[in-house]
């Protein structure tokens, strides 16, 4: 692959045209999903290092909360051995794109971006 082709590929969502879903109706649409939802997806990383880890977690006005014990997954035994608390993270998002098939049965296309 090019550069040119690289920058293309990358560059694609943002010059497709788009029709946008209503701020308020995209919002509940949102608010619906991660309601009756409870693990996700939490990507973390620094430096060229990564790491994406599904993990439970509660939202409550406009936040996901969630409990960690601040390292590689373990288990529940050594969990409840740990003679450190749990850390309580709190994430404000700022935006959230969204990917739904079903919004193109409404008129609207299929990825869709939500300003908080």
């Given amino acids: 692959m090019t550069h040119e082709q690289f920058e293309n590929a990358a560059q694609y969502w943002n010059k497709k045209e788009q029709v946008k879903m209503p701020k308020e109706e995209l919002k509940s649409t949102i608010d619906a999903y991660v309601m009756e939802n409870n693990t996700y997806a939490l990507a973390t990383g620094t430096g060229d290092y990564v790491r994406c ?60 971006t939500y300003e908080c």
Avoid: H
């Fill in 53 to 112: 880890t599904p993990i439970e977690c509660s939202y409550r006005d406009g936040k996901f909360w969630m409990f960690s014990e601040g390292g590689e997954k373990i288990p529940l035994a050594a969990l409840k051995k740990l003679e450190v608390p749990m850390n309580l993270i709190c994430a404000t998002p700022v935006k959230m794109e969204v990917l739904c098939s079903e919004f193109k049965k409404e008129g609207y296309s299929s990825r869709q």
